[in-house]
């Protein structure tokens, strides 16, 4: 190894603390005042830029952010405080925390949340099993494994409302598809939208198709980064495909499982466009004994139907606070996750 | 250090450029609420023609009329362009919305009956007095629909277009079939008067009902029918809700509720595709019918019930439905949707528009002009259709209007009659859950 030319280990290294032209500078001869405050200025600028650049890059961020998120999560909690009502949205009666009060004793309330519970039970808990073992399936080697992946996100890129239309006709009483394969094997139609059961796991089903193939995505993403000696010792100790699964693949991907039963459980939370629309009527009140209408739809009805504002904004603060509850309940489990590893 | 100013000179580039499309994305956002009048920058087009916008919800017809092109004939400087919003329950809040903030509004904006108290008594001043236009006469109108977009101080805000004055369909080869009366004038004699009669005819009907058609459609469509021949149906005349004991509205429950209890009820929602396939399929023999409803039956009855349904008097003379156009203040182009609006409500265009979609004429001056007092529906089995709605339509009481008579009914027919009809709860339970959500909507 050479050194390149004009190179001399004195030069090598220059004096701590002063820049890589430090040699030159050294010998050429010293600056003028008017210099050096030129380069006093740039040297202040270069810090304010170094300093403030970045707010400035982000700021557009932030500015949407408060325009767009803050202002508006601020606003409805202000308005949840007054009654307003929509045709005349600028006359705010300050009414203190009745909005919240009397949403505690609106059983049309409480059914809401019960049925938002219940609805995200039976639809998240079998979806993300589900997704779990398609992608299991998925990451075996197989013949056209990119069509299948491919093949599984699709109901994930159709628009709610054009799936859930579909689905109200599948589940229609008379002229439906599930009731007609159900009396092809002898059994009894069934009344999907008027039972609560019925209606529930109904509005669950276009959830659950909707949305199993994008958690089996994310499994099969995590699942890829499982090492495969893990599973090639696992087959040597002789256990079995199934035994892998449970024992291999389903622990390395707890943290995503958690990011998924997390994200599944907001989503369900916020439930809207499927029990909205699998209603045939178009109309807000999930089901003729509100029996599917969940927080967002009873949030809905009535800001838009009953036009009761202040009351929709109680509604929308409440469901905000509860998703900052599982929230809360998702961290703390996760740390014991962490902690039990 | 050129390095360092040049990375200056850049990053004031992208500072810039940054700011720029953050403008650029501000005002967007800011131009959004004009977004409702598509494509009328200012309210003139490349050509230098005014733009009109009118909003609707559903199918007015005015376009399907050909209005809108004999319109712009006549005024060449003139281009319509109609933002339907469909369904018709994304329409109303999203009207109200853009009064409040004063923007996004269509030129003209059509109103339903439901709404059209709420807007009159709410936002009045949102609106230009239409009695005053030029054109506009009073006396072409109903005395009630006039009335009904009338503000306290006199100032009318919005022209009434169709009315639905009430009949009964009725499908004579099922009627026939049974032993009943087909004949269009027989069968209004069948019930004349009492809509209990309707429900005898129904269990007569029911004792030999052919091919397991019911009798009629729904609980709903008949509570309504019934409620709308009553002028005190869920205010009184001071303005207060009477929906809990109204006699009107505790009449036709029963009369709806012992059809249920009669089996004489397909159990069906109306306007519901399942109840459009029960149409496609004849399933029930009767409908509750106004004018409107011709429409829907032809459509989704289609050509294999041609000649077989037919059109009779109701029981008593009502009024389900119809609709108003409105001009905001905040209209760009304020005078000329005065005189659009002026002109698709003068009665020779409402004649037009019965002719071509059905819609009834609330402009009683149409009802002598040969479209309407000659018109038959070949679908209906030529029922002279002009004749028997003119007539429920000059019967029919003024009806007393209440802010929320939209959700009102609604809560009726789609949560109290369903659970009874589709749920089988008893007549009690549906009312008390009809009067329990009713409550719920109007508490403030």
Redesign the interface.
């Known amino acids: 190894m050479t050194a390149p030319s004009g190179f001399t280990p004195d030069t090598a290294a220059p004096p701590a603390g002063q820049g890589g032209a430090a040699p030159r500078a050294a010998t050429a001869p010293a600056p003028d005042p008017a210099e050096q405050r030129r380069r006093d200025r740039r040297s202040r600028r270069y810090r304010l830029d170094v300093r403030w650049s970045p707010y400035a890059f982000v700021a557009p961020f932030f500015v949407f952010f408060a325009a767009f998120g803050l202002f508006p999560l601020l606003y409805t909690g202000w308005a949840s405080l007054h009654q307003v009502e929509l045709t005349n949205p600028t006359h705010m009666e300050w009414a203190g925390w009745h909005n919240y009060s009397r949403l505690w004793e609106d059983e049309f309330f409480w059914k809401a949340l019960r049925n938002t519970f219940t609805i995200g039970v039976i639809s998240t808990v079998p979806q993300l099993m589900m997704a779990l073992g398609i992608a299991h399936l998925l990451n075996y080697r197989l013949r056209a494994s990119m069509f299948f992946r491919v093949a599984i996100l699709t109901p994930y890129a159709t628009s709610v409302a054009a799936a859930t239309l579909v689905f109200a006709l599948l589940f229609g009483h008379d002229y439906g598809m599930v009731n007609w394969s159900l009396g092809l094997v002898g059994l009894d139609g069934v009344d999907w939208q008027n039972g609560t059961w019925t209606s529930q796991i109904a509005v669950s089903t276009i959830v659950i198709w909707r949305w199993t193939g994008y958690n089996a995505l994310i499994y099969l993403a995590a699942m890829q980064a499982v090492p495969n000696d893990l599973y090639e010792s696992a087959a040597l100790d002789g256990a079995s495909r199934w035994k892998q699964f449970l024992h291999v693949t389903v622990p390395s991907l707890r943290p995503t499982i958690l990011f998924t039963v997390v994200v599944s459980t907001i989503g369900a939370t916020q439930l809207f466009g499927e029990p909205l629309l699998f209603n045939t009527a178009g109309t807000a009140t999930g089901g003729a004994d509100h029996q599917y209408q969940t927080l967002g739809l009873y949030m809905y009805e009535q800001g838009w139907v009953n036009l009761h504002l202040g009351r929709a904004s109680a509604i929308a603060w409440t469901m905000f606070l509860i998703l900052l509850l599982i929230a809360a309940a998702n961290a703390l489990f996760a740390r014991r996750l962490r902690k039990s590893q | 250090?050129r390095r360092?100013?040049g990375s200056?000179r850049s990053?004031a580039v992208?500072?810039a450029a940054?700011a720029a499309?953050?403008a650029g994305?501000?005002s967007g956002c800011a131009d959004d609420g004009d977004d409702g009048s598509a494509g009328s920058s200012g309210g003139g087009d490349s050509k230098g023609k005014t733009v009109v916008t009118v909003g609707t919800y559903g199918v007015m017809g005015f376009k399907q009329a050909g209005l809108y092109d004999e319109y712009t004939k006549l005024h060449p400087d003139i281009k319509i362009e109609e933002n339907v919003i469909d369904?018709a329950?994304n329409y109303y809040?999203q009207l109200?919305?853009h009064l409040?903030s004063g923007s996004g509004l269509a030129d003209i904006q059509a109103v339903e009956v439901g709404n059209i108290n709420?807007v009159t008594t709410?936002?009045a001043d949102k609106f230009v007095d239409l009695s005053k236009a030029d054109g506009v006469k009073k006396e072409n109108f109903l005395d009630w629909k006039w009335a009904q977009a009338t503000a306290k101080d006199g100032k009318t805000i919005g022209l009434g277009t169709d009315v639905g004055p009430m009949a009964i369909c009725y499908r004579k080869d099922l009627f026939q079939q049974a032993g009943l009366p087909a004949d269009r004038d027989a069968v209004s004699e069948l019930w004349a008067g009492d809509w209990q009669k309707y429900l005898d005819a129904g269990k007569d009907y029911a004792k030999k009902a052919p091919g397991g058609a019911a009798f009629l459609d729904s609980a709903g469509g008949l509570f309504n029918a019934a409620v709308s021949g009553s002028s005190e149906v869920y205010y009184d005349k001071s303005g207060k809700p009477i929906y809990k004991d109204g006699p009107a509205v505790k009449k036709a429950w029963k009369l709806a509720t012992d059809a249920s209890a009669s089996k004489l009820s397909a159990k069906l929602?109306e306007?519901?595709?399942?109840w459009q396939?029960?149409l496609a399929n004849g399933k029930f023999a009767t409908v509750s019918c106004p004018a409107w409803m011709l429409g829907q039956i032809k459509e989704y009855a289609g050509d294999k019930y041609k000649g077989k349904w037919d059109v009779a008097a109701a029981p008593q003379p009502a009024n389900w439905g119809g609709s108003f156009l409105s001009v905001p203040q905040a209209a760009k182009n304020k005078d000329e949707a005065v005189k659009l609006a002026t002109w698709l409500t003068a009665p020779e265009q409402q004649a037009k528009l019965f002719e071509k979609q059905a819609s009834f004429p609330s402009a009683q001056a149409a009802y002598s002009l040969p479209q309407v007092a000659d018109a038959k529906l070949p679908y209906f089995n030529n029922a002279p259709i002009g004749k028997i709605f003119s007539q429920a339509a000059k019967d029919s009481p003024t009806q007393i209007l209440g802010?929320k008579d939209a959700?009102i009914k609604?809560?009726f027919t789609?949560?109290g009659l369903?659970?009874v009809e589709?749920?089988g709860k008893s007549a009690d339970e549906g009312w008390k859950?009809a009067i329990?959500?009713n409550d719920?909507?109007?508490d403030?």
């Open positions: 250090m360092n100013t200056h990053r992208v500072l940054v499309l953050g994305l501000l369904p329950s809040p109200l919305t409040g709420e709410t936002q929602q306007f519901t595709k399942p396939q029960a802010p959700v609604q809560n789609d949560v369903l659970q589709q749920q859950a329990k959500t719920n909507a109007l403030q």
